[in-house]
């Protein structure tokens, strides 16, 4: 049986089971007989949960389910459940995502009738984008007990659900579309029939008793993924043709990182710390399952007197990092090439054409000779002086709290490691504190487009020209909102895995199911989702730990996984650097801890 795990309270432990992830499930099976009863109030919903308003908004005065004349009245979900008005179709179920990173297989909807069957080469060439859900009646009672409520109404059924979001999914080049509740379950948990009753039980369920009618429920199938010697080298300038290569070796954030005994495990930094009081070392926080294994009998506070090296990029991050080197070396021979070609064909020609093409050929070859110059000393540094681990090493891991999942009032996911980083990787030279690298995948234009998505954005958010942004502050607690309390917030990140991205962040929180050594523990996560379809997924397998920041430059939490049918993730989960800072707070190693670490 799993050993308790452990939530930390100031300097005391309070047992409690925790979770993990990426171990198989059991086979479970819906059961049909569970539906009529599955949202019928129990006595925890009379304390627990306040009534819904008439306008479908939670009762800020509190109150209890009894106010209401009866449950019957209440939640019908004890009448017979008619045969369901669609049943999705395997051809549907296959494309209905399209336009999704992941593209999961849809199950059921309770639209009445949302396609007809594709056929043809051609059928299914509308695409789908996820939205943030905004305002809306579902957003003033989600994290007021109508979420939980699907939770434990799932859970009575015997549905097999890893994660509840509420978002809209429009079809592409559409202003905006329904409110979606998106609930993904494990491959094969239920067939589309089942799909169908579920999914309407649901609808029922919030349509009776928070009197919300403009919505749909979606079941999908997919999972949660936690996805899991030298100094660091000087920043260069954006004309620096090894600008982009060095970036995994430079101390900005976004550091692919591994534990040196578990090179496999990869995952990526998150932001710097600082203990406070007289503490003069500077940290690194990451999500703990990077750096330790998801051991069911090792849940417990990590504070070992043995030295727990940490490395730059594990072994295939690696070996992936130095062929991405190797294929800038054969584009800049190519350039070379080309560039003599050009040269050649003009040879001996005085008219003006051919006069201004060959200067410009001579200057393409010159910056493509410099640049073949540059990386090949990058490379040769690199494959002798990092390849081992032992030099790859820039810290140990000092502090780590269990693991655990929570959907209790103020709680997130706990997935929390601290790196104690080594003296001498950080100087003045290459250190920059907790500044974000954003590169060269985005163009100024591209990358400011996206921020204005959010019209508020501009005024604060300004394109640094050597590409770095330095984050100040955190995102506050409530409402994780944008500066003027618009329900959308710009997001981005730098990950090992997908580098630099740009998500909108949602104004209600998701909700997540896994299951361990016989239970299932359920967790609140801060859910982003990317700025449209042409973004890609925000976050892959290999990006969990890295900071997610703000366009206003303040760090908004730490990535620990993402839902998907793939490695790419349809909605990616963040833990809030407000409840971070509690919980470090709380420990007696980091109560003075700060995100302003200078060097000493």
Same mark, same amino acid.
Not at 16 to 44: C, H, Y
Not at 341 to 348: C, L, P, Y
Not at 538 to 544: I, L
């Given at each position: 049986?799993?050993?308790?795990?452990?939530?930390?309270?100031?300097?005391?432990?309070?047992?409690?089971?925790?979770?993990?992830?990426?171990?198989?499930?059991?086979?479970?099976?819906?059961?049909?007989?569970?539906?009529?009863?599955?949202?019928?109030?129990?006595?925890?919903?009379?304390?627990?949960?306040?009534?819904?308003?008439?306008?479908?908004?939670?009762?800020?005065?509190?109150?209890?389910?009894?106010?209401?004349?009866?449950?019957?009245?209440?939640?019908?979900?004890?009448?017979?459940?008619?045969?369901?008005?669609?049943?999705?179709?395997?051809?549907?179920?296959?494309?209905?995502?399209?336009?999704?990173?992941?593209?999961?297989?849809?199950?059921?909807?309770?639209?009445?009738?949302?396609?007809?069957?594709?056929?043809?080469?051609?059928?299914?060439?509308?695409?789908?984008?996820?939205?943030?859900?905004?305002?809306?009646?579902?957003?003033?009672?989600?994290?007021?007990?109508?979420?939980?409520?699907?939770?434990?109404?799932?859970?009575?059924?015997?549905?097999?659900?890893?994660?509840?979001?509420?978002?809209?999914?429009?079809?592409?080049?559409?202003?905006?579309?329904?409110?979606? #509740?998106?609930?993904?379950?494990?491959?094969?948990?239920?067939?589309?029939?089942?799909?169908?009753?579920?999914?309407?039980?649901?609808?029922?369920?919030?349509?009776?008793?928070?009197?919300?009618?403009?919505?749909?429920?979606?079941?999908?199938?997919?999972?949660?993924?936690?996805?899991?010697?030298?100094?660091?080298?000087?920043?260069?300038?954006?004309?620096?043709?090894?600008?982009?290569?060095?970036?995994?070796?430079?101390?900005?954030?976004?550091?692919?990182?591994?534990?040196?005994?578990?090179?496999?495990?990869? &995952?990526?930094? &998150?932001?710097?710390?600082?203990?406070?009081?007289?503490?003069?070392?500077?940290?690194?926080?990451?999500?703990?399952?990077?750096?330790?294994?998801?051991?069911?009998?090792?849940?417990?506070?990590?504070?070992?007197?043995?030295?727990?090296?940490?490395?730059?990029?594990?072994?295939?991050?690696?070996?992936?990092?130095?062929?991405?080197?190797?294929?800038?070396?054969?584009?800049?021979?190519?350039?070379?090439?080309?560039?003599?070609?050009?040269?050649?064909?003009?040879?001996?020609?005085?008219?003006?054409?051919?006069?201004?093409?060959?200067?410009?050929?001579?200057?393409?070859?010159?910056?493509?000779?410099?640049?073949?110059?540059?990386?090949?000393?990058?490379?040769?540094?690199?494959?002798?002086?990092?390849?081992?681990?032992?030099?790859?090493?820039?810290?140990?891991?000092?502090?780590?709290?269990?693991?655990?999942?929570?959907?209790?009032?103020?709680?997130?996911?706990?997935?929390?490691?601290?790196?104690?980083?080594?003296?001498?990787?950080?100087?003045?030279?290459?250190?920059?504190?907790?500044?974000?690298?954003?590169?060269?995948?985005?163009?100024?234009?591209?990358?400011?487009?996206?921020?204005?998505?959010?019209?508020?954005?501009?005024?604060?958010?300004?394109?640094?020209?050597?590409?770095?942004?330095?984050?100040?502050?955190?995102?506050?607690?409530?409402?994780?909102?944008?500066?003027?309390?618009?329900?959308?917030?710009?997001?981005?990140?730098?990950?090992?895995?997908?580098?630099?991205?740009? &998500?909108?962040?949602?104004?209600?929180?998701?909700?997540?199911?896994?299951?361990?050594?016989?239970?299932?523990?359920?967790?609140?996560?801060?859910?982003?989702?990317?700025?449209?379809?042409?973004?890609?997924?925000?976050?892959?397998?290999?990006?969990?730990?890295?900071? #997610?920041?703000?366009?206003?430059?303040?760090?908004?939490?730490?990535?620990?996984?993402?839902?998907?049918?793939?490695?790419?993730?349809?909605?990616?989960?963040?833990?809030?650097?407000?409840?971070?800072?509690?919980?470090?707070?709380?420990?007696?190693?980091?109560?003075?801890?700060?995100?302003?670490?200078?060097?000493?």
């Amino acid at each position: 049986m799993f050993r308790a795990g452990v939530v930390p309270v100031g300097d005391k432990y309070k047992y409690k089971i925790g979770r993990w992830v990426g171990l198989k499930n059991p086979t479970t099976t819906m059961d049909p007989s569970k539906v009529v009863v599955a949202f019928q109030a129990t006595d925890e919903d009379e304390t627990l949960y306040p009534p819904p308003s008439p306008t479908g908004t939670a009762s800020p005065s509190g109150g209890t389910f009894s106010d209401l004349s009866s449950i019957t009245e209440r939640v019908t979900m004890s009448d017979p459940i008619p045969p369901p008005p669609f049943v999705v179709t395997k051809a549907l179920s296959k494309v209905y995502y399209k336009g999704l990173p992941s593209k999961p297989p849809l199950i059921a909807t309770t639209k009445p009738s949302p396609f007809k069957d594709p056929t043809g080469p051609e059928a299914y060439s509308v695409l789908k984008e996820l939205r943030e859900l905004g305002v809306h009646p579902l957003a003033t009672v989600w994290d007021h007990g109508l979420a939980e409520r699907l939770c434990r109404g799932l859970n009575k059924m015997r549905v097999n659900w890893t994660s509840i979001d509420a978002v809209r999914i429009v079809e592409v080049g559409e202003s905006s579309g329904p409110a979606i #509740v998106w609930i993904g379950v494990e491959f094969g948990a239920l067939s589309f029939e089942e799909g169908s009753i579920v999914a309407q039980s649901c609808h029922k369920f919030i349509n009776s008793h928070y009197h919300i009618h403009d919505f749909h429920v979606e079941i999908r199938e997919s999972r949660v993924m936690r996805q899991a010697g030298n100094r660091f080298f000087d920043p260069v300038p954006l004309s620096d043709p090894t600008f982009t290569a060095r970036d995994p070796y430079t101390a900005t954030l976004g550091i692919p990182i591994s534990a040196k005994d578990r090179p496999w495990a990869e &995952g990526t930094g &998150g932001f710097y710390l600082s203990a406070g009081g007289g503490d003069k070392d500077i940290y690194l926080v990451t999500a703990r399952h990077v750096v330790l294994p998801l051991d069911k009998n090792d849940n417990k506070p990590y504070d070992s007197k043995m030295r727990e090296d940490v490395i730059v990029l594990g072994t295939s991050d690696f070996n992936e990092k130095l062929a991405a080197i190797d294929y800038d070396i054969r584009g800049q021979e190519s350039a070379i090439t080309d560039a003599q070609e050009r040269i050649e064909s003009v040879e001996g020609q005085a008219d003006p054409g051919s006069v201004t093409e060959r200067q410009e050929a001579e200057q393409d070859l010159r910056k493509a000779e410099n640049g073949l110059e540059g990386l090949k000393a990058l490379r040769h540094e690199i494959a002798t002086r990092w390849r081992e681990k032992e030099k790859r090493v820039f810290g140990e891991l000092v502090w780590a709290p269990p693991i655990v999942l929570s959907t209790e009032p103020g709680q997130f996911t706990l997935d929390l490691a601290v790196i104690r980083i080594d003296a001498g990787k950080l100087d003045a030279n290459n250190y920059r504190g907790n500044t974000i690298n954003i590169g060269t995948k985005y163009t100024r234009q591209e990358f400011m487009d996206k921020v204005y998505l959010n019209p508020t954005n501009p005024t604060s958010f300004k394109f640094p020209v050597n590409r770095l942004v330095t984050l100040r502050n955190q995102v506050p607690e409530s409402p994780l909102l944008d500066a003027d309390s618009e329900p959308c917030l710009i997001v981005f990140k730098n990950g090992a895995k997908t580098g630099t991205t740009i &998500g909108k962040a949602s104004n209600v929180s998701s909700y997540t199911r896994n299951y361990f050594a016989g239970q299932y523990q359920e967790s609140r996560e801060w859910p982003v989702i990317p700025t449209d379809r042409h973004s890609g997924a925000f976050s892959a397998k290999g990006d969990c730990g890295s900071c #997610v920041a703000d366009v206003f430059q303040r760090i908004g939490g730490i990535l620990t996984g993402g839902s998907g049918a793939t490695e790419s993730s349809d909605v990616t989960y963040v833990t809030p650097i407000s409840f971070i800072m509690k919980i470090l707070h709380d420990s007696k190693r980091f109560q003075y801890a700060h995100l302003n670490p200078d060097l000493a």
